[in-house]
């Protein structure tokens, strides 16, 4: 009998967050084209979006960080399989200790490695190059959830706990950015993303319900489900900001 796989090991995943096949090839060619010679990617969990920013650049260098080394090393197995080895390095640590200057940065669902989401904006901002870009994406509140929504997320959740889109925008003009493309995830984005993170488990507990960690896993699977189901599916939503950095620092 096997033991179950690691709970939100994301293996029937792309991407570890609500975004889909179409929209990462687009973002990654509109990134690209602006002809970036480094890309920095902070929490770049499996690499996937950067490699694809990679392939779309073919002279362009890219960094990695993450501090899950499972994560980095399945990111350094997918660079290797599309033979992008030689053009990034993934490295297993704190964003903080392994920041780099470049002419695109990419924080996905990683603002936390500086705080907050203002942190976040205000630290990346020195890091990007003159005429540079910035790929920048988050939880939003889609509308604001209520009292019984709030309970059924993650505890502790409350309605500071992520910005409105116009919210996260203002933040990103005030750290120094230009907004250059504001959009968010659909339905179908999230609801893939919610059941593909527990997709394995779920088919492991069809096949091995007599285990003896089958009981904890049932009850993490359905407190999960109950969290997005209930809590938020309707209310929180996936901002996918791309912002520019002038070219003379008095431009803004």
């Not at 920095?40 to 260098?61: K, S, Y």
């Not at 290797?80 to 200790?97: C, N, P």
């Not at 779920?202 to 699977?221: F, I, K, S």
């Amino acid at each position: 009998m096997t033991n179950p796989p690691g709970f939100g090991s994301g293996s029937r995943l792309t991407f570890m967050s609500p975004l889909s096949d179409r929209r990462a090839d687009r973002l990654a060619a509109e990134l690209a084209a602006h002809e970036p010679a480094t890309v920095f990617d902070i929490g770049c969990g499996w690499g996937e979006l950067l490699l694809r920013v990679l392939d779309a650049a073919p002279r362009a260098r890219g960094i990695g960080v993450d501090a899950f080394g499972p994560d980095v090393e399945r990111a350094r197995g997918n660079a290797a399989d599309r033979g992008l080895a030689d053009r990034v390095t993934f490295l297993e640590g704190q964003a903080k200790d392994h920041l780099s200057a470049a002419d695109l940065v990419i924080n996905s669902g990683a603002y936390q490695a500086f705080g907050s989401i203002p942190d976040a904006l205000r630290a990346i901002r020195p890091l990007v190059n003159p005429g540079g870009r910035v790929l920048f994406a988050c939880e939003i509140w889609d509308r604001t959830p209520t009292a019984e929504e709030l309970a059924e997320m993650w505890p502790g959740t409350t309605t500071d706990t992520c910005l409105h889109l116009p919210d996260l925008v203002d933040q990103a003009v005030a750290a120094g950015f230009r907004p250059l493309n504001v959009e968010m995830s659909t339905r179908g984005e999230w609801d893939w993303f919610e059941a593909g993170f527990a997709a394995s488990s779920e088919e492991w507990l069809l096949a091995n319900g007599d285990h003896d960690e089958a009981d904890a896993l049932r009850a993490r699977l359905d407190a999960q489900r109950r969290r997005w189901l209930r809590g938020s599916r309707d209310t929180m939503g996936y901002a996918y900001l791309t912002l520019g950095v002038p070219t003379h620092p008095t431009a803004i």
